[in-house]
């Protein structure tokens, strides 16, 4: 069923060697697809949770009894939908051309490098020495700057920005993804201030009566 969704989409791997090719095919040729999107974003979700529980012994130092699924959770797609839609906004102020969509599928096949690399080195570090743990940092960030560099293009692409402005497009999501967060915490702490003025008034109340 779900290959005969995706018959006449591009191939996300295709986008690890090919990113031009593959990035004009998704902007012009709307050979994106969501539903590959949606399952490399769970992957990434899912590889960040296994990093986590799976990594060896001698490389994890993390309590795998404290186990938080929902800080995993924001940390990989509550993070991706603020990436997406921070760009996005940026880029209707910046008179970028892509689309919401367009935006979601390349954030998301560019996610690709790192989350190979992510599985990849959950796996190592369970046979390699410690030793050899150095090779665990290079595919890490061997990962990671493969997808900001496909990122990058990607973004070049589908807002039609030169290379310049494309990394002050970059700076800019980054800046409001900020400013995003300090407003939730903000607004948390308020809240929650606010919870808790008016619960001791209530015990007071409570306890007058």
Same mark, same amino acid.
């Given at each position: 069923?779900?290959?005969?969704?995706? #018959?006449?989409?591009?191939?996300?791997?295709?986008?690890?060697?090919?990113?031009?090719?593959?990035?004009?095919?998704?902007?012009?040729?709307?050979?994106?697809?969501?539903?590959?999107?949606?399952?490399?974003?769970?992957?990434? %979700?899912?590889?960040?949770?296994?990093?986590?529980?799976?990594?060896?012994?001698?490389?994890?130092?993390?309590?795998?009894?404290?186990?938080?699924?929902?800080?995993?959770?924001?940390?990989?797609?509550?993070?991706?939908?603020?990436?997406?839609?921070?760009?996005?906004?940026?880029?209707?102020?910046?008179?970028?051309?892509?689309?919401?969509?367009?935006?979601?599928?390349?954030?998301?096949?560019?996610?690709?490098?790192?989350? %190979?690399?992510?599985?990849?080195?959950?796996?190592?570090?369970?046979?390699?020495?410690?030793?050899?743990?150095? %090779?665990?940092?290079?595919?890490?960030?061997?990962?990671?700057?493969?997808?900001?560099?496909?990122?990058?293009?990607?973004?070049?692409?589908?807002?039609?920005?030169?290379?310049?402005?494309?990394? #002050?497009?970059?700076?800019?999501?980054?800046?409001?993804?900020?400013?995003?967060?300090?407003?939730?915490?903000? %607004?948390?702490?308020?809240?929650? #201030?606010?919870?808790?003025?008016?619960?001791?008034?209530?015990?007071?109340?409570?306890?007058?009566?």
């Amino acid at each position: 069923m779900i290959a005969s969704m995706l #018959q006449g989409k591009i191939n996300p791997l295709r986008c690890l060697l090919h990113p031009f090719e593959a990035y004009y095919s998704v902007k012009d040729e709307r050979k994106g697809s969501m539903i590959a999107a949606s399952l490399i974003v769970l992957l990434f %979700f899912f590889s960040a949770l296994l990093q986590r529980q799976n990594t060896g012994f001698i490389f994890n130092y993390a309590d795998l009894s404290a186990l938080n699924i929902w800080l995993i959770a924001t940390k990989t797609l509550v993070l991706y939908v603020l990436w997406v839609t921070c760009n996005w906004a940026v880029a209707t102020w910046m008179d970028g051309e892509g689309k919401a969509v367009e935006i979601v599928i390349i954030s998301a096949y560019s996610l690709l490098p790192y989350v %190979f690399a992510s599985i990849i080195s959950t796996m190592l570090s369970n046979v390699l020495l410690q030793e050899e743990g150095a %090779f665990l940092h290079y595919f890490a960030v061997i990962g990671i700057l493969w997808s900001a560099v496909l990122m990058i293009i990607g973004m070049m692409i589908i807002h039609d920005y030169g290379f310049v402005k494309t990394l #002050q497009s970059l700076l800019m999501t980054f800046i409001a993804m900020g400013i995003v967060v300090f407003l939730v915490i903000l %607004f948390y702490t308020l809240f929650h #201030q606010l919870y808790v003025f008016f619960y001791t008034i209530y015990n007071e109340l409570l306890f007058r009566l």
